[in-house]
């Protein structure tokens, strides 16, 4: 059966500041599908992670469909009419166009989708991020589909023997999608060379070449290049297929293990230890830190299974005490050097003007 799955999540209001959304306003999303998704979407699960909300379809009508996006920014209208109304914080924050016009990207909320002939089982994971931005993804996604040292099934998998292939697109261009493809592992050098830079060059797909089956999905957007200015993090989202011909759910999951620093926390300004999280887990320690929550899935004939949530097990708990004691660290340097992002990520704050009315106090000695 051909099955697609699209996530599209987005930031329309939360308790407290950038906490969470509250159940009152995931109900009113989750109410919007129900009513509204018959005949469009085989199957869907709404949760959150911080202050977002993502909403998990599965449908037959490919990626990009404009009745499927056009539901998802509806349900978020919605949710945000009822943000305002009862006075959360920030409420629609991400819906950056006035109206919909035939595709969510662009407009604001994070997209990640795939297209794909289901398999006799077809495992899946959902990944969504808080507090940072689309290259979060891209050391998780290098060691899982290109590393032997993390993916075993490199060296031990004939399915997987001929590796992958990544589309790196590059998000600084905002004239179109300028994109990249690059087969792992020939040019491996080449991959880590542009995904060491992650505000710039990030994964948006992979592709199984013994095959060419899509294995993950990114999302791309960065807020800043649509709104113009500063008015969040991008908070991505992903979806990941496992096992056969692609990584097993563990060698995904592992690279997380790490807690790498990204973009992120307060602000959107500064640098941060990702933590795996739980599912609808909040927002806390300076608007932070920086968060991913990881829901595993098997999709059947357009039908989802109850989720698994991957990253609630005794052993996160040992890497979510590691992460924290690396964001109290990073967080003692204050503003000083790698702890803020450098200029070019800021350069929609405030601080542009600051520094422009600074730079009339430099004069040139002669």
């Known amino acids: 059966m051909r099955?697609?799955?699209?996530?599209?999540?987005?930031?329309?209001?939360?308790?407290?500041?950038?906490?969470?959304?509250?159940?009152?306003?995931?109900?009113?999303?989750?109410?919007?599908?129900?009513?509204?998704?018959?005949?469009?979407?085989?199957?869907?699960?709404?949760?959150?992670t911080g202050d977002d909300i993502a909403i998990l379809m599965s449908h037959a009508r490919g990626t990009g469909d404009p009745e499927i996006h056009k539901l998802a920014w509806d349900a978020f209208k919605a949710g945000t009419e009822l943000a305002k109304d009862t006075g959360l914080y920030g409420a629609g924050q991400d819906l950056l166009k006035d109206s919909f016009s035939g595709n969510v990207k662009g407009l604001g909320p994070a997209v990640a989708e795939m297209e794909f002939d289901e398999r006799p089982n077809e495992p899946f994971l959902f990944f969504a991020a808080d507090k940072t931005d689309p290259g979060a993804y891209n050391l998780p996604l290098y060691l899982a589909f290109a590393d032997p040292m993390c993916c075993s099934g490199l060296i031990l998998s004939p399915k997987m023997a001929k590796g992958f292939r990544y589309d790196v697109m590059d998000v600084a261009y905002t004239k179109g999608d300028r994109v990249a493809s690059l087969d792992?592992?020939?040019?491996?050098?080449?991959?880590?060379?542009?995904?060491?830079?992650?505000?710039?060059?990030?994964?948006?797909?992979i592709f199984a070449r013994s095959s060419g089956e899509i294995a993950a999905s990114v999302s791309t957007s960065r807020l800043h290049n649509i709104a113009g200015k500063y008015t969040g993090k991008d908070?991505?989202?992903?979806?990941?297929?496992?096992?056969?011909?692609?990584?097993?759910?563990?060698?995904?999951?592992?690279?997380?293990?790490?807690?790498?620093?990204?973009?992120?926390?307060?602000?959107?300004?500064?640098?941060?230890?990702?933590m795996p999280v739980t599912q609808n887990e909040a927002i806390s320690y300076f608007d932070g830190p920086p968060v991913v929550s990881c829901a595993a899935y098997c999709v059947h004939e357009g039908k989802l299974t109850e989720a698994a949530d991957a990253f609630d097990h005794p052993f996160w708990d040992h890497v979510r005490d590691n992460v924290s004691r690396k964001a109290i660290e990073i967080r003692e340097q204050g503003f000083s050097g790698p702890a803020m992002l450098g200029y070019s990520e800021l350069e929609y704050g405030g601080i542009v003007e600051k520094l422009k009315e600074i730079d009339a106090l430099f004069k040139v000695r002669t």
């Open 3 to 48: 099955t697609t799955l699209s996530v599209i999540k987005a930031d329309i209001g939360s308790i407290g500041g950038h906490i969470k959304p509250g159940e009152r306003l995931m109900s009113c999303v989750r109410g919007y599908i129900e009513e509204k998704s018959a005949g469009l979407v085989r199957d869907f699960r709404t949760s959150s």
């Open 184 to 205: 792992a592992p020939e040019r491996i050098y080449d991959l880590a060379a542009l995904l060491r830079d992650n505000e710039r060059f990030v994964v948006e797909r």
């Open 235 to 274: 908070d991505p989202v992903m979806l990941v297929r496992v096992q056969g011909e692609f990584p097993a759910t563990g060698e995904v999951l592992a690279p997380f293990a790490k807690g790498h620093f990204v973009a992120g926390f307060m602000r959107g300004s500064h640098v941060g230890p990702l």
